[in-house]
């Protein structure tokens, strides 16, 4: 299921170059992004890779041995660089929390929330994911980012119960494609 957000804001009726997905961990936004490139001839990007290729460390190796004030510094200094045009952008979970890089995100193109319900999160989520947080519960992330998610998305796309080809349906669609 699909709804806008912002239905008066105009941006959202003109063309685009870019589709940039947000949403926690486990909704899927690299597993998307990937299969909806590939369907619109879009190139994909994943911006915790852009960090791990910039630094040559992933973003939980960077928080530990550099801090999570270094983190959020790479990280911005990481998005606010990419220039592109016909890209699908997965981004990491905790990138909302960047109001300078969400508002560069925007100035390129759709941002989708892909909305998952913190039980399926819950579900994908194991012990082998490593989450960057600052203290806290997943479910204590998940309150904190929702709002966040629902401020910059141009549209949500509701995932729970669809597959990643339902959701590139879906996204297409929103589209108008």
Do not use: W
């Amino acid at each position: 299921m699909m709804r806008d957000c912002n239905p008066d804001n105009t941006s959202c009726n003109n063309a685009f170059n870019n589709i940039i997905l947000i949403g926690m961990p486990g909704t899927g936004k690299s597993t998307v992004g990937k299969l909806l490139g590939e369907h619109l001839g879009f190139d994909f990007i994943d911006t915790d890779q852009l960090i791990t290729d910039s630094v040559g460390k992933t973003p939980r190796q960077l928080v530990e041995e550099s801090g999570r004030d270094c983190f959020l510094r790479v990280q911005d200094e990481v998005v606010l660089n990419i220039g592109c045009n016909h890209c699908v952008i997965a981004t990491g979970g905790g990138l909302v929390h960047s109001n300078t890089a969400m508002k560069h995100l925007k100035t390129m193109g759709k941002v989708i929330f892909l909305n998952t319900s913190y039980e399926v999160i819950e579900e994908r989520m194991d012990k082998t994911r490593n989450l960057v947080r600052s203290g806290g519960s997943l479910q204590d992330l998940y309150n904190k980012r929702m709002p966040l998610y629902m401020e910059y998305a141009d549209t949500v796309i509701d995932c729970d119960n669809t597959d990643p080809h339902g959701i590139c349906k879906g996204i297409k669609g929103y589209l108008g494609l």
